[in-house]
């Protein structure tokens, strides 16, 4: 994931990250997603949309499910 500078400097309402086209994550695809969520204040939601069920399977082995909204497309 590439972050865009300042955009979660400027505390969106919310933060959309589409992961459709998403073949492939680790650990180290998931930090800049953890990342984001740290920067983000908590009352701001980060949706990752339209993962893949590897995706969201590996989301939720690492629990970040519970503190990121998981929706389907």
Request: glycine share 4%.
């Given at each position: 994931?590439?972050?865009?500078p300042?955009?979660?400097?400027?505390?969106?309402q919310?933060?959309?990250?589409d992961?459709?086209?998403?073949?492939?994550?680790d650990?180290a695809?998931?930090t800049?997603i953890?990342?984001?969520?740290r920067t983000?204040?908590?009352?701001?939601?980060?949706?990752?949309?339209?993962?893949t069920?590897?995706a969201?399977?590996?989301?939720?082995?690492?629990?970040?499910?519970?503190?990121c909204?998981?929706?389907?497309?």
């Open positions: 994931m590439r972050e865009e300042g955009i979660l400097a400027q505390q969106p919310r933060l959309i990250l992961l459709a086209a998403l073949t492939f994550i650990c695809g998931a800049p953890v990342r984001a969520r983000l204040a908590a009352d701001r939601p980060l949706i990752l949309r339209s993962p069920p590897a969201r399977d590996f989301f939720k082995i690492i629990r970040l499910h519970q503190v909204d998981l929706q389907s497309s």
